[in-house]
């Protein structure tokens, strides 16, 4: 299982993941750099290794973005 860095790093290169993000952000074909950039914006970091040391960053990165996330994925198939 990676830990919360690696999985902010993997997340923005899942094309399910941006298809995702692409959809709660009304914007169409995210790349992985915007979608990087929308996990830091959201999480209110500089840099992805924050929410390593950040219990309020990881804490948003959870409940904004990746429980949402794996719930709209569980319902797609």
Known sequence: MPNIT??????????????WL??????????????AAIIRTVCKIDSRRALAIDDAAAKRFHNLLR????????KQH
Do not use: I, N, Y
């Not at 690696?6 to 298809?19: I, K, S, V």
């Not at 692409?22 to 979608?35: G, H, I, K, M």
């Open 6 to 19: 690696q999985l902010a790093g993997m997340l923005p290169r899942d094309p399910q993941f941006r298809e």
């Open 22 to 35: 692409s959809t709660a952000t009304e914007v169409e074909q995210l790349t992985a750099d915007e979608a």
């Open 67 to 74: 429980r949402p996330f794996v719930e709209w994925r569980s």
